[in-house]
């Protein structure tokens, strides 16, 4: 059976305040990123759904254009259907059939008239679609040059701060193995809720080194203090 290691006071204190120092080492690299990982998934994002709306304007022009088309060889259709009835008119043998066909003539004229009203109301829809596509694409060109800069900017902070962040990572892992169970847990769960990532820290003259709000008297009592030689630049330390 497996024995669990004991630490005493002095020992998780230390361990502790360690992963504290390092992972603070962390928090500072990304304090140096600033909101650039950020700003960039945001603006991939952007880009994306632009994109995607680019290609339903295309879609959608060339939808028009097809109608545009069909139109245009409907208009041909009735014109040929005209032209017919008019040779048909000059072989009628009463005035019953002229009044047919002129009604039919009239009849394909009108399909004429109304095929050119829809022609004209869609290459108003395809003017009013072409404008809304050369602004998305505008507003793509200008994004992606954006975005182009941003990333350029955290990939030389990147570039800059990998190996010592590498390192650290690789400390923190080595740290966390060292670390109370117990007491890791209650570590992590402090520094989700502190936007500072600040759950270990130094009480420096009688003041929280984190907040530095002053520390009640009552409560320096209950905090368990460690000599100063356990520690390389502190003074008592609480938790």
């Not at 507003?139 to 962040?165: M, R, S």
């Not at 847990?185 to 809720?193: D, F, G, L, M």
Request: aromatic residues 4%; neutral net charge.
């Amino acid at each position: 059976m497996a024995t669990v290691k004991e630490y005493n006071v002095e020992e998780k204190l230390v361990s502790v305040l360690r992963l504290q120092k390092i992972d603070s080492k962390l928090d500072e690299i990304q304090i140096l990123k600033g909101e650039l990982p950020i700003e960039v998934r945001d603006l991939e994002d952007e880009i994306e759904g632009l994109n995607h709306r680019l290609a339903h304007i295309e879609d959608e022009i060339k939808g028009i254009q097809d109608f545009v088309a069909a139109k245009k060889n409907a208009i041909k259709e009735a014109e040929a259907l005209a032209k017919k009835y008019e040779k048909q008119q000059d072989n009628v043998k009463n005035s019953r059939e002229f009044e047919a066909i002129s009604k039919e003539i009239e009849m394909q004229q009108l399909e004429i008239k109304l095929a050119e009203k829809h022609i004209r109301d869609a290459n108003d829809d395809i003017k009013e679609k072409s404008r809304s596509l050369e602004v998305a694409k505008r507003t793509i060109g200008d994004k992606e040059t954006n975005l182009k800069h941003k990333k350029g900017e955290l990939e030389k902070i990147i570039g800059e701060t990998e190996k010592e962040e590498k390192g650290y990572e690789k400390q923190t892992e080595e740290a966390r193995t060292k670390v109370d169970a117990r007491l890791l847990a209650a570590y992590e769960k402090i520094r989700k809720n502190y936007r500072n990532g600040l759950a270990v820290v130094t009480v420096v003259r009688d003041s929280c080194g984190g907040c530095f709000n002053a520390i009640p008297r009552n409560a320096r009592r209950k905090s368990v203090s460690v000599k100063r030689s356990s520690f390389a630049n502190t003074a008592d330390v609480s938790w």
